[in-house]
């Protein structure tokens, strides 16, 4: 009788414990989700201002409310942008993006599956070695001797001397996140192929990319953002007009005593869409790869 009460005792303790832990998440999970709520408005009310101010023209700029939505929406900025040469622009974007995500991702996804299959034993660690102190340097400690290197190789002022730099520079992350993921893939799928007389090759195609996948829009997709948005190289390493990329476009409505806010605005609402649509067809395959690829 007094064991049965004694774990009738402990029982109604652990209950009380649990509860009491359950009271304290759901506390945290309140104090969690007001910081989230707040953080979606702060993020949000910009992004409200770009949107409401690309409809409006000069004068109601500087005569309205900032935050008011404009009395009579005009597409007139939206029409210079595209007007003031915004499609070769973008051209010139998509020639740089793809350029430089195409190859950085093939290369880094074929050097994290020799860093992680391979037997090159030290020469493959010392590789990988070089890749993580690819990490640790910035693009601005190495614009002097990017930009010497462009010149000798008689690349300046082109879309090359643009994706030849950002390939070299999305390579090291890329390979770390890939090198994880086929770290993940188990051994005895590769042995399974080998027995039945797979070349490196064909592991590599047939079971290595299609289980990598994830990973692989992972790093398209964020390394894509930063070519796209990129600012620096453009503006040391082009010089035209004609090889402008969207970020320096920007310059175009910068008067010599003024600016046209509104039609910049126009201009950054056009630069963010094609990203936002590029975010919603690989939003699954982006999520699963940042959350999967260092989970173990």
């Known amino acids: 009788m007094a064991v049965a009460t004694r774990d009738a005792g402990t029982t109604s303790s652990r209950t009380s414990r649990g509860q009491l832990n359950l009271r304290k998440l759901l506390r945290l999970n309140w104090l969690g989700g007001s910081a989230a709520w707040l953080w979606l408005v702060i993020v949000m009310v910009p992004l409200y201002?770009?949107?409401v101010t690309s409809f409006k023209d000069q004068?109601?700029?500087?005569?309205?409310?900032?935050?008011?939505?404009?009395?009579?929406?005009?597409?007139?900025?939206?029409?210079l942008v595209i007007e003031s040469d915004f499609p070769r622009y973008f051209v010139n974007s998509v020639i740089v993006?793809?350029?430089?995500?195409?190859?950085a991702v093939a290369i880094s996804f074929m050097a994290a599956y020799a860093?992680?299959?391979?037997?090159?034993?030290?020469?493959?660690?010392?590789?990988?070695?070089?890749?993580?102190?690819?990490l640790?340097?910035?693009?601005?400690?190495?614009i002097i001797p990017v930009y010497l290197l462009i010149i000798r190789m008689q690349l300046y002022d082109s879309l090359l001397a643009i994706i030849l730099p950002s390939i070299a520079f999305a390579i090291p992350l890329s390979v770390l996140v890939l090198a994880n993921f086929i770290r993940d893939v188990p051994r005895e799928l590769f042995e399974s192929m080998r027995v039945d007389g797979a070349s490196e090759w064909d592991m590599l195609r047939g079971l290595a990319l299609p289980l990598t996948r994830p990973a692989l829009v992972?790093?398209?997709i964020y390394n894509g953002l930063g070519v796209w948005n990129g600012f620096l190289l453009p503006l040391i390493l082009t010089q035209s007009p004609d090889q402008r990329t969207l970020p320096l476009a920007l310059w175009t409505f910068q008067g010599q005593y003024s600016v046209n806010i509104p039609a910049v605005l126009a201009s950054v609402m056009l630069t963010t869409l094609p990203i936002v649509i590029l975010y919603a067809?690989?939003?699954r395959h982006l999520l699963s790869g940042l959350t999967a690829g260092f989970s173990r």
């Open 49 to 51: 201002w770009i949107v």
């Open 59 to 79: 004068t109601a700029y500087f005569s309205q409310n900032p935050f008011a939505l404009p009395t009579e929406p005009t597409l007139a900025n939206y029409r």
């Open 97 to 103: 993006t793809a350029g430089t995500i195409i190859p």
């Open 115 to 134: 860093i992680v299959r391979g037997a090159g034993g030290r020469f493959l660690a010392g590789i990988n070695g070089m890749f993580l102190m690819g």
């Open 136 to 142: 640790a340097i910035p693009l601005q400690a190495t």
């Open 218 to 220: 992972t790093v398209a």
């Open 281 to 283: 067809i690989g939003r």
